[in-house]
């Protein structure tokens, strides 16, 4: 039987580290934790309904928060930001603004700032973001996996693997395909390996897509 295990959950405290980092007492723990929630889902909607809509992506490799006594601050990681903050450069107040309202945090300070990534394909989000746009329009699942692969080996890793599950090009039976370029050493805890699962809402059904990057080892 297998024992599968999230590969970023597996590699907590060697090569992966907490996206969320703050403390709170066992009883007050769930309310942190749906705050956090609260906190990604606000900032995923914003920017999806601001942002150009020809791309289609949001471009969010990850979310870190951080929380103090009196201050939170939300660092975003986007492979595109010029996407975001080119029309209108008060972006970032108005989503500061929004999130506030969101928490309906008082006595506390939010703080939030967008980083830009080097080489955005290189992150398994904003791959799967593209596949997930890929397989909206109908493009051939394999012809989009090999797309991706493409996109990623642009981005100097070492290796990368691709699954996709569901009714794939529509078809009645549900089957899951997958491909794999370079090395992807799933059991190896030094292996630095970023990991994302993706739900797309296609017309014949939902599919799910996870995509494994092999980054480099420590």
Known sequence: MGQKINPLGFRLGTTQSHHSLWFAQPKKYSEGLEEDKKIRDCIKNYVQKNIRISSGMEG?????IQKRIDLIQIIIYMGFPKLLIEDKP???EE???NVKKELNCVNRKLNIAITRISNPYGHPNILAEFLAGQLKNRVSFRKAMKKAIELTEQANTKGIQ????GRIDGKEIARVEWIREG???LQTIEAKIDYCSYTVRTIYGVLGIK????????
């Open 211 to 218: 995509i494994w990057i092999f980054v480099d080892e420590e």
């Open 95 to 97: 989503l500061q603004i």
């Open 183 to 185: 090395r992807v050493p």
């Open 162 to 165: 691709v699954q996709i599950a």
């Open 90 to 92: 008060g972006r970032v």
């Open 60 to 64: 969010i490799a990850r979310i870190e």
